[in-house]
């Protein structure tokens, strides 16, 4: 049978994840996990670089990661900060090409959360 994880779960395992961030320049740090329909919970955080742009979202490094583990099936995806920000943009359409089923649980790092979708996110997208 599938294990279970509840939101709250894996919110939970978004902020554990967001104590890793590697934010010296924003100071904004960032946790991600995602859930994959077995029921495996894969994190991720931001890890930012000197030269700016070569900074990477928790959201895509959790994805991304679960995608070097051989993951495909994905079913939800929780982000936390500080004031739970809305995921970028540039999240949102790589939710959308690997996950696009996804609900999406925003938290603060009270683990306050809302809950959506990568659908609602991401309206009329593009190539997915
Ligand atoms: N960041 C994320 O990790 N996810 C988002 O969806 C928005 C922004 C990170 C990037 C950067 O390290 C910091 O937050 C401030 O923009």
């Known amino acids: 049978m599938t294990p279970t994880v509840s939101p709250q779960q894996l919110v939970a395992a978004a902020q554990s ?20 329909q077995d029921g495996e919970i894969i994190p991720g955080c931001n890890v930012e670089n000197a030269s700016y742009g070569g900074t990477i979202c928790a959201e895509r490094v959790a994805l991304t990661s679960a995608v070097a ?9 929780a982000v936390v900060t500080v004031d739970g920000g809305s995921p970028c943009g540039l999240c949102r359409q790589v939710m959308c090409e690997l996950g696009a089923e996804m609900d999406v649980y925003i938290s603060d790092a009270a683990g306050n959360f809302r ?14």
Request: proline share 5%.
């Open 115 to 128: 809950s959506t979708t990568v659908r609602a996110l991401l309206p009329d997208a593009f190539g997915c």
């Open 17 to 36: 994840a967001r104590r890793q961030a590697h934010a010296p320049y924003s100071n904004y740090a960032v946790g991600a996990a995602v859930l994959t």
């Open 69 to 77: 583990q051989g993951k495909r099936q994905f079913s939800a995806i």
